[in-house]
């Protein structure tokens, strides 16, 4: 439909141009402007945004905050159609660099990113000013969490859901994620809470957790622990610290966190430098370790100032990528991962530099990508280009399996990594909107309303349509995953994450949760069955994918919820920035 903008500009309004949605609104791109999207409300009959709360809004720095450009109505004739108020508005077309902060919370995430400390020390050192800006202008934020920032490779943070901060005119409605709601001060929306809300960011983004998760043994719920001022670093013996803890090293900053959270005060973080530890020697390991009933092999251990920023295995073959070298690997021998080969930079032609490449591996074949360009690792050592596939500087892609899936221009393409021939390589090319696809998330594709997801079916990448209403991420392995989604009671959102199946055209919700995101590894058994390996710390949980109930439990030093499993011919990889390791049943 036409509609048309405060200053009677008309404009396209066209479900055909969504690209992602919300609780209470969808976005959509905007043909007359590139550079801006539509926030559209999903119930025509609620007005959320007023020219008032429009106008309190305006005083925010657009540098950090993405906020309201221009109210949108409908359009009667040539005029604004005033009666029902705005549809929605404009605002800022964010590239598709920019992520959620809540990533860098993950350890796995900021590894294989090669995000550093002092990447995450500007980024600490911003937050309080943009928040102390919102509030000089008598702005409460309200819902301050990873969720809602976002943040580019460049260290940019902007700031999205503007539309519902508190302002002198609008009470916030008080909805808010579960992770950073006030349960000590009965969750109201106030500056003291955004206090709270910022610590917490921060908070994780040095610790790679939340101050209140982890497990304690008599009270299990994060509110009760708010409540009772049992933070993460609380000395108490019913205390269950996740491995993936990392305690802040800055004296003055951990002082501040224990008033916060210990004594239950609220103040704006004062932020020194350097607060970030920089990344410290992994510690070696030996080189085979028994436990219970599995048997860890080690395939490479990390030598001094080095570490694995990604881990790439198909069946039969997979690649280890560091900071110094890329090691190929021969998987398809049960029990035994054999090193093929290691590349090192010296070992590269001038054309391909180490630090700028990204690897891929096939089942037969290994890739490496290089401003848009594809070259294929020939037997003899050398490096084929690809003749039929570039990239623009605007694609996005994703790696299934042994398909390469490319969204570029206005097309997506299915890359078989196996089939090529010569300096040619299989392609499947289809016209699709290509910014309607989100491949940060998983790779999710969202058309008027509806969510798809996308799996590996064998020989190709099929397509299954979501079966809820709005899903936030998804990890998928073979024909079972994880998604994850926002559930909202009484104004309280606590996001999810649930295990799938796919059986036919139909994805199957199975009801049992994960704590938070694991990257298990699947291993089939049968066309339609197989065993799901979950990660856990000092264990791996095996599933069974009919149902997703636990069948056993292994102990397993080694693993922590950060850890990454994939399957092989050879057995499960585990891997994290400073190990790799082979698990089988003994």
Known sequence: MKAITENGRTITIDDKYEIRRGGEGKILTIPERPDQVAKIYLDPNVTHLGQAQKDALSVLDSTYFVRPIDLIYQKKGKKINTQKGAIGFTMEYLPPDFVPLAALFKKNYCTSNQIDAGFKNNLIKQ???????????????????????????????????????????????????????????????????????????????????????????????????????????????????????????????????????????????????????????????????????????????????????????????????????????????????????????????????????????????????????????????????????????????????????????????????????????????????????????????????VQYVFYHSGHSISTVKSALPLIASVHIQGNVGWVSYDEQVAGEVTRKYEYFSIDGLQMKMSGELLPGQRLFAYKTTSPQAGIVFEPNDDQMLVRRSQDFKVLQEFDCSILTTESSLVSTQAGIIAYEKDFCYLLNSK
């Open 127 to 449: 937050l309080p000013s943009i928040v102390s800006h919102a509030h000089s202008q008598d702005i409460v934020i309200g819902d301050l969490s990873g969720y809602n920032i976002m943040v580019n490779p460049q260290g940019t943070l902007k700031f999205i859901d503007v539309d519902a901060y508190e302002t002198p005119i609008h009470t916030h409605s008080g909805v808010l994620f579960d992770e950073i709601r006030d349960y000590l001060y009965k969750g109201i929306v106030s500056k003291n809470s955004d206090y709270f809300a910022l610590s917490i960011v921060v908070f994780n983004l040095l610790t790679y957790m939340h101050p209140f998760k982890g497990v304690h043994k008599l009270y299990k719920a994060m509110a009760e622990r708010m409540v009772r001022k049992i933070p993460v670093f609380a000395n108490d013996a019913n205390l269950i610290i996740p491995k993936c803890y990392l305690p802040v090293k800055d004296v003055t900053l951990q002082q501040q966190f224990e008033l916060l959270y210990a004594e239950g005060e609220r103040f704006m973080l004062t932020i020194g430098q350097p607060v970030a530890p920089s990344v410290t020697t992994p510690v070696v390991a030996p080189a085979t370790v028994t436990a219970g009933n599995l048997t860890v092999k080690e395939v490479y251990q990390p030598k001094l100032d080095e570490y694995i920023i990604r881990v790439v295995f198909q069946q039969n073959q997979g690649l280890i990528i560091t900071n110094y070298q890329t090691l190929v690997y021969d998987a398809s021998n049960q029990g035994y991962v054999t090193l093929k080969q290691s590349i090192t930079s010296a070992q590269l032609p001038a054309y391909l530099p180490q630090e700028e490449l990204e690897w891929f591996a096939g089942e037969k074949n290994i890739l490496v990508l290089h401003q848009g360009k594809l070259y294929h690792l020939l037997n003899g050592g050398g490096f084929q280009l690809i003749s039929n596939f570039s990239l623009s500087a605007k694609a996005r892609y994703k790696l299934i399996d042994n398909i390469l899936v490319v969204l570029d221009g206005e097309h997506k393409r299915w890359v078989h990594l196996d089939d090529i021939t010569k300096d040619f390589i299989r392609i499947e090319q289809t016209p699709v909107f290509v910014p309607g696809f989100d491949v940060f998330n998983g790779l999710i594709q969202n058309t008027g309303g």
